[in-house]
């Protein structure tokens, strides 16, 4: 007998083990369930109220809804409701039609029966409409729903009879305030989920809203991602890893490409379509914006096809959030450039042609014009219009000179201007000896002020040597007699700097930044624009800098005088 208890009292003790084993497990598995919950909620919560923070309440939406319906349908009144825990209708925006009309005495009894009809809405999750007899209105109950889920009810009262053709419109419009509804009901809910939430109905809704909004802002991306399909221009988006996410029809047409074979494509591979002589190594591309942030862009020229295209890759990055600026995809946009770049190959061929057709008049009046000047038979009047005629042309040689200098440069490519070793202080000194008998016409002294062991750059000499005589050429110009304009070299860092200074007229405050433009010309108080300038000289000086890979300046004050200078990269 006393070993059957002693039998029984073990067989306890192992069953109650095993028990408080399994209870032990058990919560060892349910702690690590909460445990992972916590980390889905907070992440569910953070991202939704992140992705919230730069949305309009619901309110400002929901009433800029409500206009864009009504110019499709002829709204006397729209209410929306928002379904409430209890299964109730709160009202939150409310639109009336702004043409008056009389007083409806059943407006009380039609009020009724369109609450009716909101209720059998939000019960059957279809819409529901009710046609008054004699009267040519309708009323129209539309569910607003979101993910199956009804967020509230429109209700809309119509001055004509309801078409079924427009059912589908309406339940599209229905389903954009369900998400408008579902965000600012997920912003403004004052309940937080707390460490108790795995075991709380409450927390449970919380953690569904949250999901909710989420796919809302998902549809949205979607309808914003979808305008891709309808620009000219060919865009594509890849992830981090090189998948594609988006590549619209323009880009496929571009690359010559199907929807099946993008689908089987990688970033490298769509790059791999556009490679030319230029743009023969994808992947460095993209190896340096990653590294640098700062986006490649090429221009294409596919003879084969007389198309050229412009490729730019950009790094995406996040603009919210405590990750913002952080890389998360590569765009890539190409344009086709063949009709602007054909464009502009016809106007300047055509404007060297008349330019070119120009000079050989003028030549001939300018020629003819001299002759007649040093003729001593010609009468003292007509000496002075033949002087006219021959200060004219030649004023306007040089503009058609200036202007085909301008036009060529730019046709040229970097690449294609001539450089070589060049000293820029011996450019200077050739330049001043060559304008000195123009500078002493006006009585005005020109100086050199060059620097010691001025290193190299590599530039065209004629181009260099025309913009030094362009700047110099402005200052005597614009200097008044009896002053010095004074030119100087000297050696920056990386850079050799030229600089003309005058002590002339100077440049107004807002005429500075226009005086490098084109055909722009300074007008000074109290005197009248100078009908002789071109407006191109200083324009060429930027140009030809520029394409030098250097940069201009100019440091003035009106009445004391400017201060015109360029740098160039120094060999």
Not at 444 to 472: C, M, S, W
Request: with cysteine; net charge neutral.
């Amino acid at each position: 007998m006393g070993y059957a208890l002693l039998d029984l009292d073990a067989i306890a003790c192992a069953c109650l083990f095993i028990l408080s084993s399994i209870l032990s497990l058990l919560l060892i598995h349910v702690n690590r369930l909460w445990s992972i919950d916590r980390k889905l909620v907070r992440s569910l919560l953070n991202s939704s109220t992140v992705t919230n923070a730069s949305i309009v309440d619901a309110n400002g939406r929901l009433a800029s809804g409500l206009k864009l319906l009504n110019t499709v349908l002829p709204l006397s009144e729209a209410v929306v409701f928002r379904c409430d825990d209890s299964e109730g209708l709160q009202t939150v925006v409310r639109y009336k039609s702004p043409v008056p009309n009389p007083q409806d005495p059943r407006r009380n009894a039609v009020w009724r029966e369109g609450i009716k009809l909101c209720q059998q809405a939000a019960t059957t999750g279809k819409l529901a409409t009710q046609t008054t007899s004699g009267q040519n209105s309708s009323t129209v109950a539309v569910p607003l729903l979101h993910e199956s889920e009804t967020a509230g009810v429109l209700l809309i009262r119509l001055a004509s009879e309801f078409s079924t053709d427009d059912t589908s419109l309406l339940l599209a419009v229905g389903s954009q305030f369900a998400r408008n509804l579902e965000r600012e009901s997920f912003t403004h809910d004052a309940v937080r989920t707390a460490a108790l939430s795995f075991f709380s109905q409450t927390g449970s809704r919380r953690k569904l809203d949250a999901l909710n909004v989420l796919k809302a802002v998902t549809v949205e991306q979607r309808c914003e991602a979808s305008t891709l399909t309808h620009i000219d221009e060919g865009v594509a988006i890849a992830y981090l890893d090189g998948t594609l996410a988006i590549v619209n029809p323009t880009l496929m047409t571009f690359a010559g490409l199907t929807h099946e074979q993008v689908t089987k494509m990688d970033l490298f591979d769509l790059l791999n379509k556009f490679r030319t002589d230029v743009f023969d190594e994808p992947e460095i591309a993209v190896r340096r914006v990653l590294q640098t942030g700062v986006e490649y862009e090429g221009e294409l020229n596919f003879e084969a096809k007389s198309q050229i295209l412009n490729l730019r890759i950009s790094l995406l990055r996040e603009r919210d959030g405590k990750n913002a600026d952080e890389p998360i995809g590569i765009a890539l946009y190409v344009k086709d450039l063949t009709a602007t770049k054909e464009y502009e190959k016809l106007k300047s061929d055509m404007i060297s042609l008349m330019s070119h057709e120009l000079r050989t008049p003028l030549t001939s009046i300018n020629g003819f014009a001299e002759l007649l000047t040093a003729d001593e038979h010609i009468p003292a009047q007509a000496r002075e219009f033949v002087s006219i005629i021959a200060n004219e042309s030649q004023r306007m040689s040089r503009m058609i000179n200036t202007f085909l200098s301008v036009t060529q440069l730019q046709r040229k490519d970097k690449q294609e201007v001539l450089k070589i070793p060049l000293r820029l202080d011996e450019v200077v000194r050739e330049t001043i000896t060559s304008l000195q008998p123009v500078a002493k016409k006006k009585r005005i002294r020109l100086i050199e002020q060059p620097a010691h062991r001025i290193p190299p750059v590599a530039a065209d000499k004629g181009l260099i040597t025309q913009a030094v005589k362009n700047l110099l050429h402005n200052a005597i110009k614009y200097s008044p007699e009896r002053t010095t304009v004074t030119v100087s070299t000297a050696l920056e860092a990386e850079s050799v700097r030229v600089c003309v200074e005058d002590r002339g007229y100077g440049i107004p405050a807002e005429s500075k930044e226009r005086v490098w433009d084109k055909f722009y010309r300074v007008v000074r108080e109290g005197q009248e624009k100078d009908e002789e300038s071109t407006g191109l000289g200083l324009s060429f000086v930027r140009e030809v800098v520029e394409q030098h890979g250097g940069r201009v300046d100019l440091d003035s004050e009106e009445g004391r005088g400017s201060k015109f200078s360029f740098t160039l990269p120094r060999l």
